[in-house]
């Protein structure tokens, strides 16, 4: 039987892989990962805010709010505070000499985004079983054979090659970094796609 990675859409936009690679290592120059989020071996570096609030940046703000399965029982728990994704409009102002800012601009003409982020998964190491309210906009930036994406019982490894891809993160999902570099996705929530 033929898998299905229907939840895996890869869309017709491509972008410089070397161009991303730098703005991500100028990204990292600027401000380094928020290791305080509560999650080992993840952090995040939020790209765009609320208009005028930094703090919308910070903290539990860059994870946001998610369902998971924690235990034998099979009962599902909301984590973390929900978030107005719609409001997140303004590029952070020490971000926008970056080649980040023409890629949301580009990305924005295209699809109604929420948050923006850079999403850092250690080596060796795997997210919770969870979904998330809306699907994700993923372009791999530095990545290994070994960082799989798993949604429902589908693994699909994605290329750090400039493609962009939309995952179907309503349905349960997971992330594993197999390998022995760190794996960095720019994650964007997108709030008017639909999957069939």
Request: aromatic share 10%; net charge positive; charged share 30%.
């Amino acid at each position: 039987m033929p898998l299905n990675f229907d939840d895996f859409q890869k869309q017709d936009i491509k972008f410089d892989i070397s161009k991303l690679r730098n703005a991500c290592d100028e990204v990292l120059q600027i401000k380094g990962f928020d290791t305080s989020l509560g999650i080992p071996h993840f952090a995040g570096i939020s790209l765009n805010q609320i208009p005028g609030d930094p703090e919308s940046t910070l903290g539990n703000k860059i994870r946001g709010v998610y369902w998971t399965k924690p235990d034998s029982s099979g009962r599902e728990v909301v984590r973390d505070s929900k978030i107005d994704e719609s409001k997140y409009t303004e590029f952070v102002k020490e971000f926008e000499k970056t080649y980040f800012k023409d890629v949301y601009n580009l990305l924005s003409k295209k699809y109604k985004l929420g948050r923006m982020r850079l999403l850092l998964k250690e080596p060796r190491s795997t997210l919770s079983w969870h979904r998330d309210p809306e699907p994700r906009l993923h372009i791999p930036i530095y990545t290994n054979p070994g960082a799989i994406m798993v949604i429902d019982s589908i693994a699909k490894h994605m290329p750090a090659d400039g493609s962009v891809w939309i995952t179907n993160n309503r349905k349960y999902h997971n992330a594993f970094n197999g390998g022995e570099e760190n794996r960095v996705h720019l994650v964007a929530c997108v709030l008017d796609y639909k999957f069939n």
